[in-house]
């Protein structure tokens, strides 16, 4: 078997004009090399697999004039700094950038990770790097620029690399896949690119994955190998999440996972999918989506259906979910549980925000949860090859869980999902004196059940009747929004109460102001008025005020 060398190797850039998607760090390189301007100590930093190394070793070459073939290493050092990042390391580099180079004009040191450096090891380098001598050059390449302590940032020349965008590594691939003779479809490269991340080396590598397979490259070949999801099965989980289709939606979602494919990357895909949605949803933001033309298409017809604040929290729950998957023991009633949370978002047009909202009843009316084995087993096209151990029932259907109780629970008061009672034959005598009496029991129960603000803001001011409506005033906008997400079950109340199909209206009145006891004296007084038998108590003891 012949020697295979991968793709990141053999394709790796050996002059600036080869790196892909970096123009402006390599164009200011280029000019700062021929002009003689290039700084001593370089920090490149940016993204994985992005050209940060294979652009230290270009200018190394370039500013030795070295050929591409020529291997100098006396004059070029490269270092791993995740395995020699102690004090000793640094001091034995120093001593090396004491003697001049044999051959060329410069002593180039290109340390990896330089992040990795203990604090020691960075602080025995930092005189070095600040007035290194005339023959050496560092450059300095990391991942994690905010691990680098800021004496060793502030004394080098910073590039940041930026990550390669999907069309920039499709061009590239193209021209490998032209090279290696290798027939493919931009469809097929694109689902590459975007499961590359921006990375040109974690491009190559899937490249290969998929090439030692077949040296046809097609969508279906990629999907396989690469375990990744197709934009059908986003827009199909998304159509039954619109239609609140659970059932389907859960067995698709198992469907997608036993693929093969990541919990954390269907999250992942799926979160990219409703972006995309977002960004076609106006025509500036649509180029920053990465899709062709017939997909933006697709797009555009979700983006009308769901609304902006519908995908935004979409998109923070999925956000949610992929922060949490790696603390989860069951990483797959995570993902269910993700779905079936923004199943039940809508928008509320009244509240002008996003609420949770129970699927109804009426969507599982129609199904029926048999229970009978034989007849599961048919419908999995698998014959039963033994007898159950008891006797079910062939007309037994699972019971389901019914709202009703979930509304009628007394630890569940106020709710998006509690439905208004209305009384059939209402009562048209109802007077003023009863409609507050009610109003102050609801109150009292309230303040019970251990609800003491929502409790005192009913006692601020004093329900008005007119015929069916009660107007109740508060003194400003942020006691008007407590109270009304309290309206629907104050309403219920009053309702079963008064028998009759009672509405309440919230007003603000600035007017009015909350009496408050400033006083020791007038704290007293309300105390006493509350209990008269503290007066007594103050006369036996002999208390003063």
């Known amino acids: 078997m012949s020697q295979f060398i991968i793709s990141a190797r053999k394709y790796r850039p050996l002059k600036f004009k080869d790196v892909v998607g970096q123009e402006i760090i390599t164009n200011s390189l280029e000019t700062a090399i021929s002009n003689g301007k290039l700084a001593q100590a370089l920090l490149f930093t940016g993204p994985r697999g992005v050209g940060k190394t294979s652009c230290a070793r270009i200018v190394a070459r370039e500013i030795n004039k070295f050929k591409i073939e020529d291997d100098f290493s006396y004059n070029i050092f490269e270092l791993d700094a995740a395995s020699n990042n102690g004090v000793d390391d640094i001091r034995n580099l120093i001593e090396q950038t004491r003697i001049p180079p044999q051959k060329g004009n410069f002593k180039v040191y290109i340390i990896d990770e330089v992040h990795m450096l203990s604090t020691g090891a960075f602080n025995a380098f930092l005189k070095t790097l600040e007035e290194p001598p005339k023959h050496c050059i560092f450059i300095l390449a990391t991942t994690e620029k905010h691990k680098i302590i800021p004496t060793i940032i502030s004394r080098c020349q910073i590039y940041n690399f930026k990550r390669i965008s999907n069309n920039d590594i499709i061009k590239n691939l193209e021209n490998i896949c032209s090279l290696e003779k290798i027939s493919h479809d931009k469809e097929s490269l694109n689902i590459i690119a975007s499961k590359s991340d921006g990375s040109m080396r974690d491009a190559l590598q899937l490249f290969d994955k998929v090439t030692g397979v077949s040296k046809e490259i097609t969508k279906d070949l990629v999907q396989n190998n690469l375990n990744s999801l197709d934009t059908n099965d986003n827009i199909k989980i998304l159509d039954y999440v619109l239609e609140k289709d659970i059932p389907k939606l859960i067995v698709e979602i198992n469907n997608i996972l036993n693929k093969g494919i990541g919990g954390e990357r269907f999250i992942s895909a ?127 259907f699972a019971s389901t869980l019914s709202l009703k109780s979930i509304k009628e629970d007394s630890g569940v008061k106020n709710i998006d999902v509690i439905d208004e009672i209305f009384i059939d034959s209402p009562n048209l005598n109802i007077t003023e004196e009863k409609m507050q009496s009610s109003w102050i029991d609801y109150a009292e129960m309230l303040e019970s059940n251990g609800r003491y603000n929502i409790s005192s803001i009913l006692r601020i001011s004093t329900p008005i009747l007119s015929e069916n409506l009660i107007s109740y005033s508060v003194p400003n906008d942020t006691t008007r929004l407590e109270i009304e997400k309290e309206i629907i079950s104050i309403q219920n109340f009053m309702r079963k109460e008064l028998k009759n199909n009672i509405k309440l209206i919230i007003s603000v009145d600035k007017t009015i102001r909350k009496k408050f006891k400033y006083t020791i004296s007038e704290k007293y007084n309300a105390l006493k008025d509350k209990n008269p038998k503290i007066e007594k108590l103050k006369n036996i003891f002999k208390l003063s005020i």
């Open 270 to 396: 799926f979160s990219s999918f409703l972006r995309d949605i977002l960004v076609s949803k106006n025509e500036h933001s649509i180029i920053l989506s990465d899709n062709e033309n017939s997909k933006i298409n697709n797009l555009s017809k979700y983006s009308e259906k769901l609304s902006y604040p519908i995908i935004i929290e979409f998109l923070s729950i999925l956000n949610e979910a992929e922060l949490n998957f790696q603390k989860s023991l069951n990483t797959n009633l995570l993902i269910e549980l993700t779905f079936l949370k923004i199943t039940s978002l809508e928008y509320s047009n009244e509240k002008k925000k996003v609420i949770f909202k129970p699927i109804p009843f009426s969507k599982f009316e129609s199904l029926n949860f048999l229970t009978n084995p034989s007849v599961a087993e048919e419908k999995k096209g698998v014959l039963p090859d033994h007898i159950p151990i008891a006797e079910i029932d062939k007309n037994l």
